[in-house]
């Protein structure tokens, strides 16, 4: 085991859907020279490998169901161990989901001889979060979404940039999202209570605009990464 991967920093980004976590991930990854890890990504990255791990995805892929645990365990570590830039280390966003994944990555990160430094939640409240997603079009011609609510288009059913069709995605309906979010909190409640456990539990009132929610998220790190170089500076 190389000494580089013993000074690493494991951050996880945990939150609802629609509650802005791609968008801090991606922010607080660029800032302290993480790792962004991204499960679906790091499965279609190794199966366009083609490595022996790759082939084993692809075969999951290819039946249309999902690769079991602890393949995707194995992908994980691979993405870990790949990591040969001098980063900081790595920035977990939308994994662990649960229990089981939460110890299947405290496993691996032990076999590499990373800890998990902090457990970052963005919290948002239940009807903001309906607002977000439950009022959520898309274009048929350019993706591009709006929000009813709170990013209305001119016409609901044409798109300001392209004129393209507006509609709403199955997974994007009320009772769809309710279900969602629903689904969401049974699953991380216990995951909340076992960061918490662990004393790494961070909440972030996310509820707020993006640019004051990175300032949140940086007075948690900054403390973090004092002691290692911060690869976005210039000399
Ligand atoms: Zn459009």
Redesign the pocket.
Known sequence: MSQRLIEQKVVILLGPPGGGKGTQAEKIARQYGLLHIDTGRALRAEQASGSELGLKVQSYMEKGVLAPFELVMDVIKAALLKETSNGNGFLFDGFPRNLTQAAGLERILQELSLTLDAALYLKMPHDILLDRLGFRLT??????KFNLKLKPPQNPSV??????E?FQRSDDKPEVIENRLKAYTEETSPLIEHYTTLGVLQTLDANQPIEVVFELAQTILNPLFSQLPVTTQKD
């Open positions: 274009c048929k011609q350019c993706d591009t798109c300001d940039l392209c004129s393209g507006l």
